[in-house]
């Protein structure tokens, strides 16, 4: 596993991720980052790629869930088709969405997996919490102004390319 701002994957986009990549690690479960992860921040509801990737986790036996930073009605508003466990100002890099979600989906940190887009999120809280961690590059860069702050500092702190 990672340590500290590391993430044990960085790859280009969450659509790339080969699923037998978590297979072979042992994880059952992976807590999914909504904006810049799945979708834009501009997008409210999920597209049917985003659809799609859900139903390819679950028809391999990985479960999922969505821990995300965002505001109730965000999240809720995102999760209705999805019908996921939804965990929403999660308040990463807090450990405590993660452990709620994880107990949702009756799961151990060592099985489970944060994919996310933000090292000081999603990367230092899944690591704080024993989880595998999966950095993915941003959907998009027109982003808040603090998001953009913190884009800088990453650049400095990871130093590898995503894989394609």
Do not use: C
Request: aromatic share 6%.
């Amino acid at each position: 596993m990672g340590r500290g701002l590391q993430p044990d994957l960085y790859i280009k986009s969450i659509f790339s991720l080969d699923v037998n990549w978590l297979k072979e690690r042992g994880i059952k479960g992976v807590l999914l980052d909504i904006d810049n992860t799945l979708v834009t921040h501009k997008q409210k509801i999920p597209d049917e790629k985003v659809i799609e990737l859900i139903k390819h986790f679950q028809e391999n036996d990985i479960k999922v869930a969505i821990v995300s930073n965002a505001r109730k009605k965000r999240v809720d508003l995102f999760n209705e088709k999805l019908g996921l466990y939804a965990q929403y100002r999660a308040f990463k890099p807090s450990n405590k969405g993660f452990l709620k979600a994880m107990s949702e989906l009756k799961l151990i940190p060592e099985e489970t997996a944060v994919i996310g887009d933000q090292l000081f999120t999603d990367i230092r809280g899944g690591n704080r919490t024993g989880l595998t961690t999966i950095l993915v590059e941003p959907l998009d860069e027109n982003e808040p102004i603090t998001v953009r702050v913190k884009r800088i500092f990453e650049k400095l702190i990871v130093k590898n390319k995503p894989i394609e």
